[in-house]
């Protein structure tokens, strides 16, 4: 129960191209070199079939086993794009771009899934078809949705999709899932009141939007307090507020912003129409008017549980039974994988990073010694998931 080999003699150069890609981080859907390199080494590595642009710069790479009489196929996802965070690691492969770094640690995931993907294409041992999925955009983007509405999921159907993500401060070699809600659903809301704007000495004569915007901030927090079943969870955060640009006028209106996360669809639902229902009430209360944009983003990141079965007996054959964690607590951490499994039955699981700053954190790097788990659990699950006997 370790990592194998042949990881360990390839470890140099996937952690040169982890670094690279680290040096030169690209956001969003604008990773087209970071989506070039990815390319290429996929036909370096003689993967069957190499095609680009889907869901605009995604990567699928399709790699056939020695047989196919299962006729089942698998994915493995990864994802590309960075954050727009100035990097402070100070390390010598550090972002080389003003503004954007690997700062979640995509540059490891693409390179974890490219040394899997060139193991597997070195020696087909399995039964059945492997995608190797590079997706853009995880960051606010919904690269997963794209890659699917692009027909990914129509042109190679798949019986079963994987993620994989690495975790801060979880040891190095271990690794964490669980079935059922595993990350939070990711909603934004922006909010308008508009008042009437006047003198500060005469607010009589004006009506105040910070009056409601306060009011509303606070009742916001009402709907997790006291209309959310206390055994559930969500979380409401107002994160911006812009409005006035004198200490002496009464400003026109204020504008807000936040995030809505849930572990329930049902839950989601509920914290939108009382969030309507408040920013409306409020308003009224106030003789203000609003406005709402509630915007769905990711759904909850749901992992079946038979998904999370397969997912967790890997990562054991891979570092032992007591080193993966099969109960995992679920976070309100987003995650647009969501969108695959809610497509296809499978798990996304996570890998240690050992110590290390925090994820979306000016110093976070991914840790170049969790590539080894990776790449070997990788591996592993196709073997066990695609077995030649």
Sequence with gaps: MAVENWVAKSLPELTEFRRDLHRNPELLYDVHATAAKVAAALRDAGVDEVVEGIGRTGVVGVIRGQSNRSGRAIGLRADMDALPIME???????????????????????????????????????????????????????????????????????????????????????????????????????????????????????????????????????????????LKSAVISITTIHGGDAFNVIPQAITMTGTVRTLDEGVRDMVETRIAKAVQGVADAYDAKATLDYIRMYPVTVNAEIGAERAAAAAIEVSGEERVDQSWSPAMGGEDFSFMLNEVPGAMIFVGNGPSAGLHHPKYDFNDEAMSWGCSYWTTLVRQRLPLD
């Design 88 to 230: 402070e690691t100070g390390a010598e492969w550090a972002s080389t771009v003003p503004g954007k770094m690997h700062a979640c640690g995509h540059d490891g995931h693409t390179t974890m899934l490219l040394g899997a993907a060139k193991q597997l294409a070195e020696s087909r041992a399995f039964d059945g078809t492997v995608l190797v999925i590079f997706q853009p955009a995880e960051e606010g983007g919904a690269g997963a949705k794209a890659m699917i509405d692009d027909g990914m999921l129509t042109r190679w159907p798949l019986d079963e999709v994987y993620g994989m993500h690495n975790k801060p401060d979880l040891p190095l070699g271990e690794f964490g899932v669980c079935a059922g809600p595993l990350m939070g659903s990711v909603d934004e809301v922006r909010i308008t009141i508009e008042g009437v704007g006047g003198h500060a000495a005469f607010p009589h004569n004006t009506v105040d939007p910070l009056m409601p915007t306060s009011a509303l901030i606070q009742a916001l927090q009402s709907i997790v307090s006291r209309n959310l079943d206390p």
